[in-house]
């Protein structure tokens, strides 16, 4: 069965990037768009972007001039970068599989992120 | 853009009582799905297209509805089903997801 495993520093200063991994593991990563999703107490769960391994992406528009997601097929890996962070960033990260680009099966464990100085 | 709304914010029940979460859109809906999270955990697939069992999700769990009230009823609840609901869908502009604010059941 597929499971998506995030990693990345849990701490990021204000005004920096914000780098995670999810490798994604017993499932082709050309099989399937995937997903980065966030939840914070603030804000609740919130949709940041999706690719497919052929370039195809889609960026939620009150973050996309900040985020960056990328595919690497040669290591089952999904990215994401976010980029001059504050501290409304501060969440839990999640990679999930999108399925039909309509759902999100199997999520992540999920990795948190605090940003402070 | 579509708005998702919850309700109840809580429900507090006891084992083996019938629990009924409803979720609201402010424009028609298509692919409505629905995710519990269990305290400290990720969130899990239940339900697709409004009525569909995700795959290992027990009979108890069911959903209906259509357009922009949907509800997700589960039977007969048990301890372990302690955990807060939402829904999600899909929209089509701006193109992306959203989720409910979330209903929490507690167990009696």
């Known amino acids: 069965q597929v499971q998506l495993r995030e990693s990345g520093p849990g701490l990021v200063k204000p005004s920096e990037t914000l780098s995670l991994t999810c490798t994604v593991s017993?499932?082709?990563?050309?099989?399937?768009?995937w997903s980065w999703l966030r939840q914070s107490p603030g804000k609740g769960l919130e949709w940041i972007a999706y690719?497919?391994?052929?370039?195809?992406?889609n960026y939620n528009p009150s973050l996309k001039s900040r985020v960056t997601i990328s595919v690497d097929t040669s290591k089952s890996q999904v990215s994401l970068n976010l980029r001059s962070v504050t501290a409304a960033d501060t969440a839990v990260y999640y990679c999930?599989?999108?399925?039909?680009?309509?759902?999100?099966?199997?999520w992540g464990q999920g990795t948190l992120v605090t940003v402070s100085s | 853009e579509t708005v998702l709304t919850q309700s109840p914010a809580t429900l507090s029940l006891s084992p083996g009582e019938r629990a009924t979460l409803s979720c609201r859109a402010s424009q028609s809906v298509n692919n409505l799905a629905w995710y519990q999270q269990k305290p400290g955990q990720a969130p899990r697939l239940l339900i697709y297209d409004a009525s569909n069992r995700a795959a290992g999700v027990p009979a108890r769990f069911s959903g209906s509805g259509s357009g922009t009230d949907f509800t997700l009823t589960i039977s007969s609840l048990e301890p372990e089903d302690l955990a807060v609901y939402y829904c999600?869908?899909?929209?089509?502009?701006?193109?992306?997801?959203?989720f409910g604010p979330g209903t929490r059941v507690d167990i009696k």
């Open positions: 017993g499932d082709s990563i050309t099989s399937y768009y």
């Open positions: 999930a599989r999108t399925i039909n680009v309509v759902r999100f099966d199997p």
């Open positions: 999600q869908q899909r929209t089509n502009w701006p193109p992306g997801f959203t």
């Open positions: 690719i497919y391994y052929s370039g195809f992406i």
